[in-house]
């Protein structure tokens, strides 16, 4: 049987390497508990059994584990060429064997570590068995579930590093808003300014895999709450954000009225 309170404590040990004050690092602290109740309340809705929910919440505690290393060393989150904080955290976790201060057995080393290393592209991996690919699954949703509670509560400097007067003065990129209403998961190649890749972040709607997913975002309003909480001045930035907003509650509702139906 997995011990979740191990995984737990470890991971609280892990965090004493890193200035648990600073504003980036404690967003990712909170952000990895986020991410373990999101994970929760979508294996709840699921009818796990109590094994499977504890793997489910472990791949959770575990999948940013590279990121306070990535602050650490460059005091930004944001991946590039150099560093992918996935697969730097399934090397940290599994090369140098920091695994085992968090689960005793190997038996799901391999569904951790694909779940971990996929937990952040843009497409899931092919060839994945269908355990490993369900839980994969299950945190690519429960990571972005809660990155909308994260976009709704930080601060607009703390998230994009530039404020939100002039996030708000922004012209919004015509390939994402195209892609947006077109139902499209946003690439970051694509994103030319801070207004885009705020866009991309409302755009998980696109690439969740779970109804209880969008139950969840439905159930906390993230779709108006996030949209909203900025004063849009660019006045064709503003029409774009409207019609892109009731494009994604309609997307919403529509796919689950179709679980239903």
């Known amino acids: 049987m997995l011990n979740i309170n191990l995984a737990k404590q470890a991971f609280k040990n892990y965090l004493k390497e890193y200035d648990t004050n600073d504003d980036k690092i404690k967003l990712k602290v909170i952000h990895t508990y986020g991410v373990v109740d999101a994970t929760n309340y979508i294996v709840r809705k699921l009818g796990f059994n109590e094994e499977?929910?504890?793997?489910?919440?472990?791949?959770?505690?575990?999948?940013?584990?590279?990121?306070?290393?990535?602050?650490?060393?460059?005091?930004?989150?944001?991946?590039?060429?150099?560093?992918?904080?996935?697969?730097?955290?399934?090397?940290?976790?599994?090369?140098?064997?920091?695994?085992?201060?968090?689960?005793?057995?190997?038996?799901?080393?391999?569904?951790?570590?694909?779940?971990?290393?996929?937990?952040?592209?843009?497409?899931?991996?092919?060839?994945?068995?269908?355990?490993?690919?369900?839980?994969?699954?299950?945190?690519?949703?429960?990571?972005?579930?809660?990155?909308?509670?994260?976009?709704?509560?930080?601060?607009?400097?703390?998230?994009?590093?530039?404020?939100?007067?002039e996030l708000g003065e922004e012209t919004i990129s015509e390939k994402v808003y195209k892609d947006f209403l077109d139902h499209k998961l946003l690439e970051k190649k694509y994103l030319k300014n801070e207004i885009d890749e705020w866009i991309s972040y409302m755009a998980f709607i696109y690439d969740l895999n779970f109804l209880p997913s969008y139950l969840y975002i439905k159930e906390n309003n993230y779709i108006n709450r996030n949209f909203d909480r900025i004063t849009y001045t660019n006045i064709d930035t503003k029409e774009k954000i409207n019609k892109m907003k009731l494009e994604a509650n309609k997307f919403i509702l529509e796919k689950l009225d179709n679980c239903d139906a």
């Open 52 to 165: 499977d929910s504890n793997l489910a919440k472990l791949i959770a505690i575990l999948h940013d584990i590279g990121r306070f290393e990535q602050l650490k060393r460059y005091d930004d989150y944001h991946d590039f060429e150099e560093f992918d904080h996935a697969e730097f955290g399934s090397r940290v976790l599994f090369k140098e064997g920091l695994i085992r201060n968090f689960v005793e057995d190997s038996k799901y080393d391999n569904i951790i570590k694909k779940a971990i290393e996929n937990h952040s592209k843009y497409k899931i991996e092919e060839g994945l068995d269908k355990k490993t690919e369900l839980f994969a699954n299950i945190i690519r949703d429960a990571d972005k579930l809660d990155n909308f509670r994260v976009k709704n509560v930080e601060s607009i400097e703390t998230l994009l590093n530039i404020s939100e007067k």
